[in-house]
């Protein structure tokens, strides 16, 4: 294969990892959205999954799956749902549009920089869990847990992405939040879902966020035994209806 060959596919990646570069350093010089997103889920574990359940290392398991998942889901949904309607509002994404830059690359930049963040998150936690609070998680469980929760975040990105596309600049945060939160709670990542009333836990079934801590669950061995199949299945129907709108709201700003 001859040289000219090769040089535009090298300029595409490294437009591709200049665009991941510039998109971690501008999260993380944001310290309105790094330090809640690293520290609200790990405080939260802290204090709900380890202090207040010292010596149940079952509940303090089970949590650290739960909480996770609540972790991983803010960077996503605030990166791409309350970021990207705030750079939409002041005109970044015309002017990344006028540029030679792929239109796909905002896209993979702020996935790759959430999903970062979802590492450094669960990481966090897992050492708390193994070195505070006595887990005992097995190399296995611990690298599966991992790839679960950072892949599981893509329908997360996914809903963000619909909302940055959808939501006005000034109410963005506000109705992500008004999300975020009640997604979590009704979906039993605060509490064991099987405190909650039974209409609540039939709903649970409804949301990503169920499914995903459930396959969290499963790993250690404490979920209601649902089958693996549907969890992965769901997720993949809420990804592709999220990506389908997404498209839709997309094509309808250029228009």
Not at 136 to 146: F, H, I, T, V, Y
């Amino acid at each position: 294969m001859s040289t000219s060959l090769l040089i535009p596919k090298v300029n595409t990646l490294n437009v591709y990892w200049l665009e991941t570069k510039f998109e971690w350093l501008k999260t993380v010089r944001n310290p309105a959205f790094a330090l809640p997103t690293l520290l609200f889920p790990t405080m939260f574990y802290l204090f709900f999954g380890v202090l207040l359940n010292q010596g149940n290392v079952p509940a303090s398991t089970y949590l650290l799956c739960t909480y996770a998942t609540f972790g991983v889901m803010g960077p996503a949904l605030f990166s791409f749902g309350a970021g990207l309607a705030v750079e939409r509002s002041r005109g970044w994404l015309d002017v990344k549009e006028a540029s030679p830059m792929p239109a796909f690359a905002q896209v993979v930049s702020r996935i790759l920089v959430s999903m970062l963040f979802s590492l450094i998150i669960v990481s966090v936690m897992m050492l708390i869990a193994v070195f505070v609070a006595g887990v005992n998680l097995s190399l296995d469980q611990g690298l599966l847990l991992l790839f679960v929760l950072i892949l599981g975040s893509l329908p997360f990105c996914l809903l963000g992405l619909v909302l940055g596309l959808s939501l006005k600049a000034e109410s963005a945060a506000a109705v992500v939040n008004a999300i975020y939160l009640p997604m979590s709670f009704l979906s039993g990542l605060w509490l064991p879902i099987s405190m909650l009333p039974g209409f609540l836990q039939s709903f649970a079934q409804f949301l990503p966020s169920y499914h995903l801590a459930q396959l969290t669950l499963k790993v250690i061995g404490q979920d209601l035994g649902g089958a693996i199949v549907v969890h992965i299945t769901a997720l993949l129907i809420f990804s592709v209806a999220f990506l389908l709108l997404a498209l839709k709201l997309y094509a309808k700003a250029r228009s």
